[in-house]
């Protein structure tokens, strides 16, 4: 399997490996080591950064650690999480008397990550974030296969088709759905000319995991697992959009073509999540989407050239992911008029994780 983690991991050190006292930007990650953290002053990056820091941490804290699981493996192989700080999960060569340890929390905002003050009172700038309480989680696993275990820059991670199956399995439906799309994307490189191949290779992932759910006889939320699988889809552009295509299909609205070529007044466009029979569009505009004037004015041509071929355009940004309910008012009224949706819900889809 591809992987995609960046080739430089974050700065860890053990405060006995200390040269003189522990710098004064170190962040203690867990005990007896520290992270001399370099990201930007985004919220993300440093949270992305600590938990690669805490993942790389765990491995050198425990003899018989076998690999990193979970989410902090989706980040390894490049994904992408739902919630930018999950609790970090290791596969253990034998079965740990505790399975679960509390990790120093980090505040994040600020030019650097930077460790909780001693004392009750975390003085906060106005542009920091205290982090949230996070867990080392441990765990046996006696099924693994051959190939279930990669290494990248080092680092031991369950490869990409185990790591998809076990999100499936055991994180709450939303936050597997963005995972999964994720991973799908890192594993097919979509491209929009070479569609076919991409495909190809979403097909084939898609029937390595079916495989192994399907080994998992009595296994709980395996039917769940199957029935998310076949939701999971490698042209989900960013998080965003797969949490807005999941709250979407959790209100019981059919499947729509994601990236659905279109021709309006000779432009070829893709949208986003697309009804074509009845020429409904609904977009996602992340944070980055719109980095510059010229961009706002070029979406605005697009839009309206697509309305003038009788395409009825929603768009969403990040703050809507909030209110659902929202969400499902704003396409259900846009829809054209005749046009009764037929809504199947789908309750299972709805457990989620706070978002960040």
């Known amino acids: 399997m591809t992987g995609h983690v960046s080739s430089v991991l974050p700065a860890v050190v053990s405060t006995a490996g200390c040269l003189g006292a522990v710098p004064e930007t170190a962040v203690p990650i867990m005990r007896g080591q520290i992270l001399l953290p370099q990201a930007s002053a985004r919220h993300w990056d440093q949270k992305r950064e600590v938990t690669l820091a805490r993942a790389v941490a765990a491995l050198r804290a425990g003899a018989g650690t076998i690999a990193i699981a979970y989410e902090a493996a989706v980040l390894i192989h490049g994904g992408s999480l739902r919630r930018f700080e999950p609790d970090v999960d290791v596969l253990l060569s034998y079965r740990p008397r505790v399975s ?47 190939h279930d275990i990669v290494t990248f820059n080092g680092v031991p991670v369950t490869s990409l088709a ?33 569609s076919r191949d991409t495909n190809v290779l979403w097909q084939e992932l ?79 505009d992340g944070a980055l989407k719109y980095a510059g004037d010229d961009v706002v004015f070029q979406e605005g041509i697009r839009q309206d050239r697509l309305k003038r071929s009788g395409w009825r355009v929603v768009r969403f940004k990040t703050p809507a992911l909030r209110e659902p309910d929202r969400i499902v008012r704003e396409v259900l009224d846009a829809s054209p ?5 037929v809504l199947r819900p789908r309750a299972w889809m709805n457990a989620m994780s706070p978002l960040p």
Request: hydrophobic share 40%.
């Open 100 to 146: 679960a340890t509390a990790l120093p929390q980090v505040i994040y905002g600020g030019t650097l990550a930077r460790r909780v003050p001693r004392g009750e009172r975390i003085p906060l700038e106005r542009a920091e974030r205290l982090g949230r309480r996070v867990q080392l989680r441990r765990h046996y696993r006696e099924d693994l296969r051959e």
């Open 162 to 194: 185990r790591t998809l199956t076990d999100c499936l399995l055991d994180l709450p439906p939303a936050d597997a759905l963005v995972a999964g799309d994720s991973l799908l994307r890192v594993h097919c490189r979509p491209d929009r000319w070479r």
């Open 206 to 284: 898609v029937a390595d995991v079916e495989g192994r759910l399907s080994s998992y006889r009595h296994r709980n939320g395996r039917v769940r697992a199957q029935n998310l699988l076949k939701l999971l889809s490698p042209w989900a552009e960013s998080p965003g959009e797969s949490e807005l295509r999941r709250i979407l299909l959790g209100a019981g609205f059919p499947m729509p073509d994601l990236q659905h070529r279109v021709v309006a007044e000779n432009n070829e466009y893709f949208l986003d999540l697309a009804w074509p029979d009845i020429m409904l569009d609904v977009e996602f």
């Open 337 to 341: 008029e005749g046009r009764t949706w």
